[in-house]
């Protein structure tokens, strides 16, 4: 079982960065694919990145894939999600996530098994 804590979101001006953070509990985090998502009120939960179990694999969303960074320290049981010019539509809370391996290309959140609280991010313009 892995329990997940994201924590790093704020508020911050468009164009500006924030690094988010999930922390896991768990013996098993280092063979699970982490998933990052985002919810922005009345909207469905989005796809935002995923990384495999060895950090070689990852996959971003259109909006994702040309700013932000997903990245994993299996020895830190932590993945990270680095966010660069930031826009106002990136306004969101974000979720942390896990599952086996299936879960890398699918960009559903049906997929998944674990999921964090969230942490909200907010870009002012």
């Known amino acids: 079982q892995v329990q997940l804590v994201e924590s790093g979101g704020g508020l911050v001006q468009a164009g500006g960065s924030l690094r988010l953070s999930c922390a896991a509990s768990g013996r098993t985090f280092s063979t699970y694919t982490m998933g990052w998502f985002r919810q922005a009120p009345g909207k469905e939960r989005e796809f935002v990145a995923a990384?495999?179990?060895?950090?070689?694999?990852?996959y971003y969303s259109d909006s994702a894939k040309d700013r932000f960074t997903i990245s994993r320290d299996n020895a830190k049981n932590t993945v990270y999600l680095q966010m660069n010019t930031l826009i106002p539509e990136d306004t969101a809370v974000y979720y942390c996530?896990?599952?086996?391996?299936?879960?890398?290309?699918?960009?559903?959140?049906?997929?998944?098994?674990?999921w964090g609280q969230g942490t909200q991010v907010t870009v002012s313009s």
């Open positions: 996530a896990g599952g086996d391996f299936s879960v890398l290309r699918s960009q559903l959140s049906s997929f998944y098994d674990y």
């Open positions: 990384i495999s179990w060895n950090g070689v694999g990852t």
